[in-house]
């Protein structure tokens, strides 16, 4: 077992309904999509200006952007970055193929459906098991090569979409191998560790296109419930519609506002556990609008599946006790929010 999908082979299947809404065809939202008002993951906070957003902004061109990044990840475990050299058109292009792929009718889409265990295909988000409310939401995900699926979709012009996801994926692997080396320069950390988090054998990354379809109420619903990511990092590109929020403790939820050009980027459950709790996971969760249909796409970056992971050796006080990748990307499968507190020391 070497990927990432095969880690999620194994493991509990729930019975619960895979398919998302056909949201074509409603006009309303369905009591299955309602959220409580009193529900916490679903309170809402006031800020004075929307458009503030209290997580930093950082330029990779800036000579201090190493210890920006530190900073950030420190205190936040989240940052938007600019100026990362990933190219512009390419960023397009991704957005363009993920609305070509969420604008095929439900029929079509329901074709290349991800199966309960599986990793790869369209459907609801991973987390959706554990609420007992469903989302606004619909998900394509892509682990590796994407051809199977694109083919059942598109029969006589699957390659765009292929090659398109192929070489975003590509330069993600790369910022994120930026990212990751410049956060760890600003923590006790061994070359060997680096080498583990930044290795180019054997890691894994997994593309995540969500799509949250206009929705008739908005303030009812949810469009991605509040999780943590769970590998090292997430990068993700929000393309200009206002939806993410992340839990500020005595804020409440609070948007981070989308940037041109800017990719949002946040430590997950591995980075977390791996920095010695150095670096804070961030809840965060998705809303949705009436007017738009909202995509983000989101690229998250782990390391070989087979690998252990482990607290880093120069803190003295190990949080976690050390186990396989694929060990915690199972427990975070079937126990999502409890899975780090099951191996805290
Ligand atoms: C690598 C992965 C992270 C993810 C599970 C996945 O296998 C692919 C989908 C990812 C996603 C996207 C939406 C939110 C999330 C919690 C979910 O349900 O599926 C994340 C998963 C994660 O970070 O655990
Ligand atoms: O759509 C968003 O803004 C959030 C997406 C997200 O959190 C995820 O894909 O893990
Ligand atoms: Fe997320």
Redesign the pocket.
Same mark, same amino acid.
């Given at each position: 077992m070497n990927t990432?999908s095969k880690a999620?082979e194994v493991g509990t299947t729930f019975s619960h309904n895979i398919i998302p809404l056909d949201f074509e065809s409603i006009d309303g939202v369905p009591e299955s999509h309602l959220w409580s008002q009193s529900d916490e993951s679903h309170q809402k906070i006031q800020t004075n200006n929307p458009r503030d957003s209290l997580i930093p902004v950082i330029d990779l061109s800036d000579p201090c952007a190493i210890d920006l990044i530190g900073q950030a990840c420190k205190t936040w475990g989240m940052f938007q970055v600019i100026n990362h050299g990933v190219p512009l058109e390419l960023v397009k292009k991704v957005e363009f193929e993920a609305r070509r792929l969420f604008s095929l009718t439900t029929h079509e889409k329901r074709k290349v459906l991800r199966s309960p265990t599986g +990793?790869t295909g369209y459907g609801l988000?991973?987390?959706s098991p554990f609420f007992a409310k469903c989302m606004w939401h619909e998900?394509f995900?892509i682990m590796g090569s994407c051809v199977d699926d694109a083919k059942v979709l598109w029969p006589h012009d699957y390659q765009r979409f292929c090659d398109t996801m192929d070489d975003y994926q590509n330069q993600m692997k790369l910022l994120a191998h930026k990212l990751l080396l410049l956060s760890l320069q600003t923590l006790d950390v061994t070359q060997e560790e680096i080498n583990w988090a930044t290795s180019t054998h054997g890691s894994n990354g997994?593309l995540?296109l969500?799509s949250y379809p206009s929705c008739p109420n908005p303030s009812r619903t949810l469009g991605?419930a509040p999780?943590t990511?769970?590998?090292l990092l997430t990068i993700l590109n929000q393309y200009g519609i206002t939806g993410l929020e992340i839990f500020v403790e005595g804020l409440g939820w609070s948007p981070v506002c989308p940037i041109e050009g800017a990719f949002v980027v946040n430590v997950?459950d591995l980075l977390h556990i791996f920095s010695n709790a150095k670096f804070p996971v961030v809840y965060h969760r998705a809303v949705v609008n009436q007017s738009k249909h909202r995509i983000s796409v +989101?690229y998250?970056y782990g390391p070989p599946i087979e690998s252990t992971l482990a607290p880093l050796s120069n803190y003295q006080d190990p949080c976690f006790r050390s186990l396989l990748v694929k060990e915690y990307i199972r427990l975070?499968a079937t126990h999502n929010d409890k899975a780090l507190s099951l191996i805290r020391i």
């Amino acid at each position: 077992m070497n990927t990432l999908s095969k880690a999620y082979e194994v493991g509990t299947t729930f019975s619960h309904n895979i398919i998302p809404l056909d949201f074509e065809s409603i006009d309303g939202v369905p009591e299955s999509h309602l959220w409580s008002q009193s529900d916490e993951s679903h309170q809402k906070i006031q800020t004075n200006n929307p458009r503030d957003s209290l997580i930093p902004v950082i330029d990779l061109s800036d000579p201090c952007a190493i210890d920006l990044i530190g900073q950030a990840c420190k205190t936040w475990g989240m940052f938007q970055v600019i100026n990362h050299g990933v190219p512009l058109e390419l960023v397009k292009k991704v957005e363009f193929e993920a609305r070509r792929l969420f604008s095929l009718t439900t029929h079509e889409k329901r074709k290349v459906l991800r199966s309960p265990t599986g +990793a790869t295909g369209y459907g609801l988000p991973r987390i959706s098991p554990f609420f007992a409310k469903c989302m606004w939401h619909e998900g394509f995900t892509i682990m590796g090569s994407c051809v199977d699926d694109a083919k059942v979709l598109w029969p006589h012009d699957y390659q765009r979409f292929c090659d398109t996801m192929d070489d975003y994926q590509n330069q993600m692997k790369l910022l994120a191998h930026k990212l990751l080396l410049l956060s760890l320069q600003t923590l006790d950390v061994t070359q060997e560790e680096i080498n583990w988090a930044t290795s180019t054998h054997g890691s894994n990354g997994a593309l995540q296109l969500n799509s949250y379809p206009s929705c008739p109420n908005p303030s009812r619903t949810l469009g991605l419930a509040p999780h943590t990511d769970s590998l090292l990092l997430t990068i993700l590109n929000q393309y200009g519609i206002t939806g993410l929020e992340i839990f500020v403790e005595g804020l409440g939820w609070s948007p981070v506002c989308p940037i041109e050009g800017a990719f949002v980027v946040n430590v997950g459950d591995l980075l977390h556990i791996f920095s010695n709790a150095k670096f804070p996971v961030v809840y965060h969760r998705a809303v949705v609008n009436q007017s738009k249909h909202r995509i983000s796409v +989101a690229y998250f970056y782990g390391p070989p599946i087979e690998s252990t992971l482990a607290p880093l050796s120069n803190y003295q006080d190990p949080c976690f006790r050390s186990l396989l990748v694929k060990e915690y990307i199972r427990l975070k499968a079937t126990h999502n929010d409890k899975a780090l507190s099951l191996i805290r020391i």
